[in-house]
């Protein structure tokens, strides 16, 4: 469970940084923005995986860059959802899902697998 809410947060953070970086993407208030976070975060653990399974062939094609294009209509669909939460265009929905890729990435690798933040330390070879 912990490690859904860092996901959802690390959504919340993408889609704040898309709502300023890209054109097209409007995000009426706070509350929207949190909620939108965990709506996406809902959909990405449970439509997401159907979606890539069907698409696998295309995916395997593009040697994975169709991900992209299902992450944007993962948000889109968000967006259906969600009142307040516009995507102008499939243009805008890109871009904020390839915002929000990045984000989420960066964030796995600083928090792990398992949803706790992880620090590696060097030891020395006389320590133990």
Not at 31 to 36: I, K
Not at 60 to 74: E, P
Not at 82 to 95: E, I, P, V
């Amino acid at each position: 469970m912990v490690g859904f809410l860092f996901r959802v947060a690390l959504i919340v953070v993408g889609l704040w940084i898309a709502a300023y970086e890209v054109r097209g993407v409007r995000i009426a208030d706070r509350e929207t923005l949190l909620l939108a976070g965990l709506l996406l975060g809902v959909v990405n653990a449970i439509v997401r995986p159907i979606a890539v399974i069907l698409t696998l062939p295309l995916t395997i094609l593009t040697l994975g860059l169709f991900l992209l294009v299902i992450n944007a209509l993962m948000l889109e669909l968000v967006a259906a959802m969600l009142h307040g939460l516009h995507l102008a265009s499939f243009r805008a929905a890109f871009w904020a899902a390839l915002i929000i890729s990045i984000t989420g990435w960066i964030g796995s690798w600083l928090i792990g697998p398992r949803g706790k933040i992880e620090v590696y330390r060097h030891r020395g070879p006389m320590q133990r």
